[in-house]
């Protein structure tokens, strides 16, 4: 029987990388804008690098590009930047289709609803919040709550134990094959890789079950309950 679903957050639920693209593209118009003296699509490209290097996260991006490769920090520039960063982010940072029907319906059928995520505990709950998630999900757990991060089982394992189900009785969905289908394997949950978020071109996921539209969990869940598996059973 499942009794639970854990999610990850960008690429699954999120359209996280769309927001990003989007929001790096604004930010160095408005640097050239500003005096920036480098092509977009290069300024595009270091940006990324760094992000590459020091985390999607990373705050300071703008910073460390500016210092990298333009020798130094011009604050009429840099302000540019991130004031157009913020601004196209509130326009671009958008769910998938279907999230928030497929998270109501998931709690209709009284399930409990989890996100294990690799983004840092104020940018992964920020996030929620901005589209009125925080409110379907009672446990949500970010790299700065197990210091691990995914494929690591920690993560996994920290969830499940404040779900208080087992790993045959949960089903993990993420868009990044290697690290949350491996992760959740591993542990013995049931895995669906979410294609529809996938930025690396998988062909073989190794997941339990790929979807292409995250409606397609309602099945998969009613499918596996109406049959009372588990994994491992």
Known sequence: MIKAIVFDLDNTLVDFMRM????????????????????????????FEVYKREGIEDQKVFDKFLAEYVGDIDYRILAAGIVAYRRAKEASLVLYPHVQYTLM??????????????????????????????????????SDDSNERKPSPKPFLITLERLGVEPGESIMVGDWAERDITGAAKIGMITVFARYGDTFGTVNSGADYDIDDIIELLRIVDELNSTGREKGA
């Open 20 to 47: 990003k693209e989007q929001s790096v593209i604004s930010a160095v118009e408005a640097m050239i804008d500003a005096g920036l003296t480098m092509s977009k699509q290069e300024a595009i490209d270091k940006i």
């Open 105 to 142: 319906e998931l709690l209709k059928r009284g399930l409990r609803l989890a996100v294990v995520s690799d983004a840092p505990r104020l940018q992964a709950w920020t996030r929620l919040a901005h589209f009125g998630l925080h409110h379907f999900f009672e446990v949500v757990v970010t």
